[in-house]
């Protein structure tokens, strides 16, 4: 994992998260998760974005699906004091593993390294670990997956998820944050968080402006 590139700790580019030429290259996501057969696509998921609020409505999400007996996957991120924390699965709701997260890297090393050497070096620590937990969501068979989006949403590594497998999307707030990375101004962090809704797919919207969740 030390060899992969760390934006958390380097800081992300300018228009990273942008739906441009600068933006992350989710085919980068995509070809790790082929080489891992493709686990996202074997789960319904619910994609959740915004500035504010997206961690607390996964959490939210995650603990009334699992009161209701279903078998939840939870990835959120920045973690706290360790990483295991970012995933979840089952009906404990605590943080994966440390046996069960070293047998999952073990499952997925070789793929992992064939990425590495295939993208000359830019597979980044995220978009590894993301792909890791949608591997153990599908080697878990969980019956719904809730997934926060770590930077925006468009060209998050996180957005690979398929209208097919996507229950819902959500955006709780919009907000002036990571400015530089979103384009620069309020309505390019709107469109780059939008990126997460799917064609004829359900989506809530939560603002300040208006209390109450609407769907379309």
Same mark, same amino acid.
């Given at each position: 994992?030390?060899?992969?590139?760390?934006?958390?700790?380097?800081?992300?580019?300018?228009?990273?998260?942008?739906?441009? +030429?600068?933006?992350? +290259?989710?085919?980068?996501?995509?070809?790790?998760?082929?080489?891992?057969? +493709?686990?996202?696509?074997?789960?319904?998921?619910?994609?959740?974005?915004?500035?504010?609020?997206?961690?607390?409505?996964?959490?939210?999400?995650?603990?009334?699906?699992?009161?209701?007996?279903?078998?939840?996957?939870?990835?959120?991120?920045?973690?706290?004091?360790?990483?295991?924390?970012?995933?979840?699965?089952?009906?404990?709701?605590?943080?994966?593993?440390?046996?069960?997260?070293?047998?999952?890297?073990?499952?997925?090393?070789?793929?992992?390294?064939?990425?590495?050497?295939?993208?000359?070096?830019?597979?980044?620590?995220?978009?590894?670990?993301?792909?890791?937990?949608?591997?153990?969501?599908?080697?878990?068979?969980? +019956?719904?997956?809730?997934?926060?989006?770590?930077?925006?949403?468009?060209?998050?590594?996180?957005?690979?998820?398929?209208?097919?497998?996507?229950?819902?999307?959500?955006?709780?707030?919009?907000?002036?944050?990571?400015?530089?990375?979103?384009?620069?101004?309020?309505?390019?962090?709107?469109?780059?968080?939008?990126?997460?809704?799917?064609?004829?797919?359900?989506?809530?919207?939560?603002?300040?402006?208006?209390?109450?969740?609407?769907?379309?």
């Amino acid at each position: 994992m030390e060899r992969l590139r760390n934006y958390e700790r380097s800081g992300v580019p300018r228009g990273a998260g942008t739906d441009s +030429d600068d933006g992350f +290259d989710l085919g980068r996501m995509r070809r790790l998760l082929r080489r891992l057969g +493709d686990p996202h696509t074997h789960f319904p998921a619910v994609h959740i974005a915004g500035t504010k609020g997206k961690g607390s409505t996964a959490a939210f999400l995650s603990n009334i699906m699992r009161e209701q007996g279903y078998n939840v996957g939870c990835y959120t991120s920045p973690h706290l004091l360790t990483i295991r924390e970012r995933i979840s699965v089952g009906q404990s709701g605590g943080p994966v593993s440390a046996e069960l997260l070293r047998d999952l890297f073990g499952h997925a090393k070789e793929a992992i390294g064939q990425s590495i050497e295939s993208e000359d070096g830019a597979l980044t620590h995220f978009e590894v670990f993301t792909a890791l937990s949608y591997l153990l969501f599908s080697q878990e068979n969980v +019956d719904i997956a809730i997934v926060e989006a770590g930077l925006g949403g468009a060209r998050d590594a996180t957005n690979v998820i398929q209208s097919t497998e996507l229950a819902a999307s959500v955006i709780t707030t919009v907000g002036k944050e990571h400015l530089a990375a979103l384009g620069g101004s309020l309505q390019s962090i709107a469109v780059a968080k939008s990126g997460i809704i799917k064609q004829e797919r359900p989506v809530m919207l939560f603002s300040h402006l208006w209390p109450f969740p609407c769907s379309s």
